[in-house]
């Protein structure tokens, strides 16, 4: 069972700069347990967007959307993953989570496991 805490979120005029933050617990870096972490957003009637994915050796993968804005990172040590947000958009509005999947043979199988959220606004 993975928990993660989510926290960074805010209001911030359109151009500014957030960094959300995603303490995970329930798992053995000693075991070598790998797991992918992906933060996604959902906006009020939209359907859900991958925002960003790391995974093993620093491996990662970003919507179009926010590709040069958003930059996602991992310190192992504290077990928490980052998502810098710059050049903000009001677009950008939106409850935004992170979730974890176990990483096998490279591959990020589902995504069962999330948190609950941290909500950006961002005003034009």
């Known amino acids: 069972q993975v928990n993660l805490v989510e926290s960074g979120g805010g209001s911030v005029q359109a151009g500014g700069s957030l960094r959300l933050s995603c303490q995970a617990s329930?798992?053995?870096?000693?075991?070598?347990?790998?797991?992918?972490f992906r933060w996604f957003r959902q906006a009020p009637g939209m359907e859900r967007e991958a925002v960003a994915t790391?995974?093993?050796?620093?491996?990662?993968s970003y919507a179009d959307s926010v590709k040069g804005r958003f930059t996602i990172s991992q310190d192992n040590a504290k077990k928490t993953v980052y998502l810098q947000m710059n050049n903000l958009k009001p677009a950008d509005t939106a409850l935004y989570y992170c979730?974890?999947?176990?990483?096998?043979?490279?591959?990020?199988?589902?995504?069962?496991?999330r948190g609950q959220g941290t909500q950006v606004t961002v005003s034009s």
């Open positions: 979730a974890a999947a176990e990483e096998w043979n490279s591959r990020c199988l589902q995504y069962i496991y």
């Open positions: 329930g798992y053995s870096i000693d075991r070598n347990d790998k797991y992918c």
């Open positions: 790391i995974q093993s050796f620093s491996m990662t």
